[in-house]
C-alpha cells in the first residue's frame, strides 16, 4: 500500500498550508514581535505591536507608541499581552550570535543575534507579496496584450508575437537584474515589475492561442451574431474556459517569481535591509555557513515547502480542469 497521499488530499492540503503562510505573513508583526501586542503607557491602555501592522498599523500608531523603546518597554510601560515570539527580526544582539536552536531562540539566532524565527515569519510577507504580486502584473499585462492580438489581429498581432519573442529571448534572472539595477536598486515595486516585465510573455502567447482556437467555434459564432462586442465576448464567454489554466499559471508563476526575488536578494538586489526576505537570509547566511548551518537550513525550508505547496495547488487545479471537461468550474 503506498505511503503517498491522494492527489486531491494533497492540494487540498498544499492550498491551506499556503493560507496559513499567507496569513503569517499578513499577521507577522502580532506573532514575531518583542513589543507586546497589549501594553499600559502611564496607565492608557495601547498595542503596540498593532501599530507594526501593514496597512491597518497608522490607525494604532501614536507618538507614544514611537517613544516605546524596541528592546524593552520603558519607563511607565506594563506589558500585559506579549507575542508568541517574544523577539524582533532586526533586533541586534552581538552577545547572542550564532545561537543554536533552544529553548530561548527556537530556530537559533544568526550572525548579528538576530531570532531566526522572527526574521522567517517577517520573511514571509515580501517573499510571497513578490511572488504573486509580479504573477498578478504578468497575467494582467499577458492577457491585456493576448487579448488584443488574438482579437483584433492584423498589425497589432504581428507586433504582440514580435514583441514577444524579443523578450522571451532574454533570461528571466538576467531581465530582473537588469530592470531592478536600472530602477536604482531594491524595493517591492522594481523586483515585481522586473519579474513581471518577462512573465508576461507566456500568458500573452496563451491567451492568444486560445482566442484564435475558439473563435472558429460554433458558441462564438452565435455570440458574434446576436451583436456582442469583442470585450463582451472575451469577458463573458472565454474569461471562465481560460480560468483554470491561469489559475495554474499564476501557481507556477508565483514559484518562479519566488525563486527570482530570492536570487536577486542573494546578489545584493533584493528586499532592502533591514526588512528580511527568506532570499536574503540566505545570502547573509553563506558568509557564517562553515560556523553554523542553522541559518541556511530553515529559509532553504521555507522556500521549498512554499515551491512545494505551490507546485500541488496548481497539480490540484489543473486536475479539477480536466475533471470539468475544461468547463469552468
Not at 498578478?136 to 504582440?160: Q, S
Not at 484564435?212 to 467555434?217: D, I
Not at 465576448?233 to 508565483?254: D, I, M, N, Q
Not at 535591509?273 to 521555507?302: C, H, K, N, Y
Request: aromatic fraction near 6%.
Amino acid at each position: 500500500m503506498s505511503d503517498r497521499l491522494p492527489a486531491p488530499t494533497a492540494g487540498r492540503l498544499a492550498t491551506w498550508l499556503l493560507l496559513v503562510l499567507i496569513l503569517t505573513g499578513l499577521l507577522a508583526p502580532l506573532i514575531a514581535n518583542d513589543r507586546p501586542l497589549l501594553a499600559t503607557i502611564d496607565g492608557r491602555l495601547a498595542a503596540p505591536a498593532f501599530a507594526d501592522l501593514p496597512l491597518l498599523g497608522r490607525l494604532f500608531d501614536s507618538p507614544a507608541l514611537r517613544a516605546v523603546p524596541w528592546h524593552a518597554p520603558g519607563p511607565g510601560v506594563r506589558a500585559i499581552v506579549r507575542a508568541p515570539v517574544p523577539h524582533s527580526y532586526r533586533g541586534i544582539r552581538l552577545d547572542r550570535a550564532l545561537l543554536p536552536p533552544g529553548r530561548s531562540h527556537w530556530l537559533g539566532t544568526d550572525a548579528l543575534g538576530r531570532d531566526l524565527l522572527a526574521r522567517l515569519i517577517h520573511g514571509a510577507r515580501p517573499s510571497l507579496l513578490v511572488g504573486f504580486g509580479a504573477t498578478a502584473m504578468a497575467l494582467l499585462v499577458g492577457g491585456v496584450l493576448g487579448g488584443l492580438a488574438g482579437l483584433r489581429g492584423g498589425v497589432i498581432d504581428v507586433a504582440v508575437v514580435r514583441l514577444a519573442d524579443v523578450v522571451a529571448c532574454f533570461p528571466p534572472f538576467i531581465m530582473a537584474l537588469a530592470f531592478v539595477a536600472a530602477a536604482g536598486g531594491g524595493g517591492l515595486a522594481p523586483i515585481m515589475a522586473g519579474i513581471a516585465i518577462h512573465r508576461w510573455t507566456g500568458t500573452a502567447r496563451y491567451v492568444r492561442g486560445e482566442i484564435l482556437r475558439h473563435r472558429g467555434e460554433d458558441a462564438w459564432t452565435a455570440a458574434r451574431s446576436t451583436g456582442a462586442s469583442p470585450l463582451r465576448l472575451a469577458t463573458r464567454h472565454l474569461l471562465p474556459l481560460l480560468a483554470p489554466p491561469l489559475a495554474v499559471l499564476l501557481s507556477f508563476g508565483a514559484a518562479h517569481a519566488i525563486v527570482l526575488e530570492s536570487s536577486l536578494s542573494f546578489v545584493g538586489l533584493g528586499v532592502e535591509p533591514p526588512a528580511p526576505s527568506w532570499g536574503v537570509m540566505l545570502a547573509e547566511a553563506r558568509q557564517t555557513i562553515d560556523a553554523a548551518w542553522w541559518p541556511v537550513l530553515f529559509p532553504a525550508a521555507a522556500l521549498f515547502a512554499v515551491l512545494a505547496c505551490l507546485c500541488a495547488a496548481a497539480e490540484r487545479v489543473a486536475g479539477n480542469g480536466r475533471a470539468n471537461g475544461g468547463k469552468p468550474g
